[in-house]
T-cell receptor
Framework: KQEVTQIPAALSVPEGENLVLNCSFT??????LQWFRQDPGKGLTSLLL?????REQTSGRLNASLDKSSGRSTLYIAASQPGDSATYLC??????????FGTGTRLAVRP | EPEVTQTPSHQVTQMGQEVILRCVPI?????FYWYRQILGQKVEFLVS????????KSEIFDDQFSVERPDGSNFTLKIRSTKLEDSAMYFC?????????????FGPGTRLTVL
C-alpha cells in the first residue's frame, strides 16, 4: 500500500527566501507525481505534474524534482511571496486511477 | 481557462438523509473522480468513473455511495443515508485520459456537514 509523507508539516519563512518542500513515497512504481496548492477551505490547484520518466519540471518560480528510485520529490519555491502562503500537497499515481495524497506542508510567508 | 465546478459549495443535512453532490467536469474530459477530505486529514480517493461505469473504487465507497452521469455535463455523488462521519469536503476531479501521463484537475469542493 502506497504511503506518502510530507516534511515539514508547517513552515514559516520571511518574504524573499527560497525554500524546499519534501515529499516521500514508499512504493516507487509510480506513473506520475502531482504537486497541488490548497488555500484554506478551498479546492486543489494543480501546480506541476512530473512523469515517472522525468527528473524535474519547472513552472515560473516553482521547480519540482523527482527521484523515483529513492521515493522522493522536492518542490522548490524561489523568491517566496506572501501570496505563496497555502498548504502544498503532493500526490502520486501508481497503477489504476487514484491519486494517493500526502498530509501536506502548511507554508506561511511573512511580509 | 476551463475548470471543474461543483455545487453546492456547502451542504448541511441531518443524519440519515440523502444528499446529492453535483459536479460539472471540464467539457472534453472523459474520466471523472470523487475524493474527500475529512477536516485535518489527507485527501482520500473514493471512486473513478469512465464510459458510464465505475472503473475503480476505494474501501470507503460502500453501498451507501453511488455515482451517476445523468446527462452530458453533470457528474453526481449520492450518499443514501448520511452518517456523522460523512462530514467532509468532497472534491470532484476530471482528466482527459487515463493514460499514465494524465493530470487530474480538481473542483473547489463541496463542504458536507452532517448533523
Amino acid at each position: 500500500k502506497q504511503e506518502v509523507t510530507q516534511i515539514p508539516a508547517a513552515l514559516s519563512v520571511p518574504e524573499g527566501e527560497n525554500l524546499v518542500l519534501n515529499c516521500s513515497f514508499t512504493d516507487s512504481a509510480i506513473y506520475n507525481l502531482q504537486w497541488f496548492r490548497q488555500d484554506p477551505g478551498k479546492g486543489l490547484t494543480s501546480l506541476l505534474l512530473i512523469q515517472s520518466s522525468q527528473r524535474e519540471q519547472t513552472s515560473g518560480r516553482l521547480n519540482a524534482s523527482l527521484d523515483k528510485s529513492s521515493g522522493r520529490s522536492t518542490l522548490y519555491i524561489a523568491a517566496s511571496q506572501p501570496g505563496d502562503s497555502a498548504t502544498y500537497l503532493c500526490a502520486v499515481r501508481n497503477s489504476g486511477d487514484k491519486l494517493t495524497f500526502g498530509t501536506g506542508t502548511r507554508l506561511a510567508v511573512r511580509p | 481557462e476551463p475548470e471543474v465546478t461543483q455545487t453546492p459549495s456547502h451542504q448541511v443535512t441531518q443524519m440519515g438523509q440523502e444528499v446529492i453532490l453535483r459536479c460539472v467536469p471540464i467539457s472534453n474530459h472523459l474520466y471523472f473522480y470523487w475524493y474527500r477530505q475529512i477536516l485535518g486529514q489527507k485527501v482520500e480517493f473514493l471512486v473513478s468513473f469512465y464510459n458510464n461505469e465505475i472503473s475503480e473504487k476505494s474501501e470507503i465507497f460502500d453501498d451507501q455511495f453511488s455515482v451517476e452521469r445523468p446527462d452530458g455535463s453533470n457528474f453526481t455523488l449520492k450518499i443514501r443515508s448520511t452518517k456523522l462521519e460523512d462530514s467532509a469536503m468532497y472534491f470532484c476531479a476530471s482528466s482527459l485520459t487515463s493514460e499514465w501521463s494524465n493530470e487530474q484537475f480538481f473542483g473547489p469542493g463541496t463542504r458536507l456537514t452532517v448533523l
